[in-house]
């Protein structure tokens, strides 16, 4: 199983803007992801990128506001987030690993997690 660490969370003010960073290995995966957990909720899914790197996709929630890239020279996955709001309050884990990335935004393809970083949006 392959251990991941998030950095990046921390407190914003609404309208602000956070960067989270994923050191992965260069293994080829075909799901990267990033997942949050909101207060008294599952963890759903954010942002996916199929490949590597690949096209990716996003929560509606999030569309247009948050940006999940690759720098394949650092193997580091990112996920950009402007415009944050309280409902984006959360704690994000990156994720990789996925036997098919036609299922990406399934939690169960994933073999590879982080402990998660807070993200605290206040208004």
């Known amino acids: 199983q392959v251990q991941l660490a998030e950095s990046g969370g921390g407190s914003v003010q609404a309208g602000g803007s956070l960067t989270l960073s994923c050191p992965v290995s260069?293994?080829?995966?075909?799901?990267m992801g990033w997942f949050r957990q909101a207060p008294g909720a599952a963890r759903g899914g954010v942002a996916i990128?199929?490949?590597?790197?690949?096209?990716?996709d996003y929560a509606g929630s999030v569309k247009g506001r948050f940006t999940i890239s690759l720098d394949s020279a650092k193997n580091t996955l990112y996920l950009q987030m402007s415009s944050l709001n309280s409902e984006d309050t959360g704690v994000y884990y990156c994720?990789?690993?996925?036997?098919?990335?036609?299922?990406?935004?399934?939690?169960?393809?994933?073999?590879?997690w982080g402990q998660g970083t807070q993200v605290t949006v206040s208004s």
């Open positions: 990128m199929r490949g590597r790197p690949g096209p990716t």
């Open positions: 260069g293994s080829i995966y075909n799901c």
């Open positions: 994720a990789v690993g996925g036997a098919r990335a036609s299922d990406c935004w399934n939690q169960d393809q994933y073999d590879g």
